[in-house]
């Protein structure tokens, strides 16, 4: 019955009917759908999506899971993709970044193209390179982002201050209606795998897997490497779309330009991010909490950490990947 508060078409309410759901972190519940959690509104965007979209072989997708920098690698693919358009980065007064938050500048496909009942975003007008952004599992993508030679580029985290990141955003988000979930009730649940767009350690994996495979088609990055050696990453992810800096740029100054634009400090002091909202109950600021590597040393009590960190590497380990 609690289905009719949320705007979701019939088709969607029949399929959460029939799919294993448990308690949500925002929404009253998440549902379980190809091997990952969703909130009503934002499966309903998944089947849209996965439906419609129709992917050209020059985009671009950014994939994360929710927390991993998103945000960031937005702003960086914004400014590196469109760096002839707005040159002189140092001194352009004019650049989108400066007044509008990143997610107005890279939409979401679940959560924003497509989140809306009975709408269908007309994309074609976009002048390529398009570039889009997920929360969506690899097996979830839609059929034509696999059928075509579209880039994605997957950024994730070490999934403590994932974690911790998230149990800060689901706060600021909550309303007065909505329950509490107390900060080990979250843990526990992220750990078993139950969060928007988990678990966590598949999605890592279904990427991780896809970039060994086809190198040219999933660049798979880090936020911690990226934060240790950004220069060298954005200069990774200019070559991967094939767009890489050129010497007179570099010694132009153009990368610098690009990581200081994107930087935490100058893009959570503008005035868009500071005071502005991305939809109606999501502030701008939100997005923007510490930047920072190893916070959750400051959340999570030892057994905690023992607990997650055994888990990413039974999950993990094998693969060759660790945090
Ligand atoms: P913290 O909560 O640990 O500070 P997402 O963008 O995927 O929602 O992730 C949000 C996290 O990225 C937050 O982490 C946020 O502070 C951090 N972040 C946002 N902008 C950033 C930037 N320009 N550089 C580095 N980290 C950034």
Redesign the pocket.
């Known amino acids: 019955k609690y289905l009719q508060e949320y705007d979701i078409s019939e088709e969607c309410k029949e399929l959460l009917t029939t799919l294993p759901s448990e308690k949500g972190w925002i929404t009253k519940h998440l549902y379980q759908y190809q091997g990952f959690w969703f909130a009503p509104k934002g499966l309903q965007g998944a089947l849209s999506c996965q439906k419609h979209f129709q992917a050209l072989d020059t985009d671009i997708l950014l994939v ?1 899971s ?7 690698l937005k ?1 960086l693919s914004f400014a590196l993709i469109n760096r002839n358009k707005y040159p002189n980065i140092h001194s352009n007064s004019n650049h989108p970044l400066l007044t509008t938050n990143p997610h107005n500048l890279v939409p979401f496909w679940e959560t924003g193209l497509y989140y809306n009942k009975d709408f269908v975003p007309d994309l074609k007008t976009i002048s390529p390179p398009r570039i889009f952004s997920t929360h969506l599992s690899y097996e979830s993508l839609p059929k034509s982002v696999k059928d075509s030679t579209c880039k994605v580029v997957y950024l994730c985290r070490d999934p403590k ?1 994932v974690f ?2 998230f149990w ?1 955003f689901i706060n600021k988000l909550k309303t007065k209606s909505s329950e509490t979930l107390s900060l080990e009730e979250a843990f526990e649940s992220f750990c078993r795998g139950v969060c928007p767009f988990g678990p966590f350690w598949e999605h890592v994996l279904g990427y991780w897997k896809k970039s060994l495979e086809s190198s040219k088609k999933v660049m798979f990055l880090k936020y911690e490497e990226m934060k240790m050696k950004p220069y060298f990453y954005l200069k990774e992810i200019a070559k991967f779309l094939e767009c890489p800096f050129s010497q007179e740029e570099e010694s132009k100054g153009v990368v610098d330009g690009i990581l200081n634009l ?3 400090d100058k ?1 959570s002091n503008l005035e868009v991010n500071k005071t502005e909202k991305v939809s109606f109950n999501v502030e701008n600021k939100y ?6 590597i190893g ?1 959750w040393k400051n959340h999570l009590t030892t057994e905690m950490i023992e607990h997650i960190n055994s888990i990413t590497k039974q999950k993990l380990a094998n693969h060759g990947l660790s945090f």
């Open positions: 994360t929710p927390k991993s920098g998103t945000t960031w702003a201050d911790v990141s800060h994107c930087s935490f893009l997005f923007f909490r510490l930047g920072q916070d």
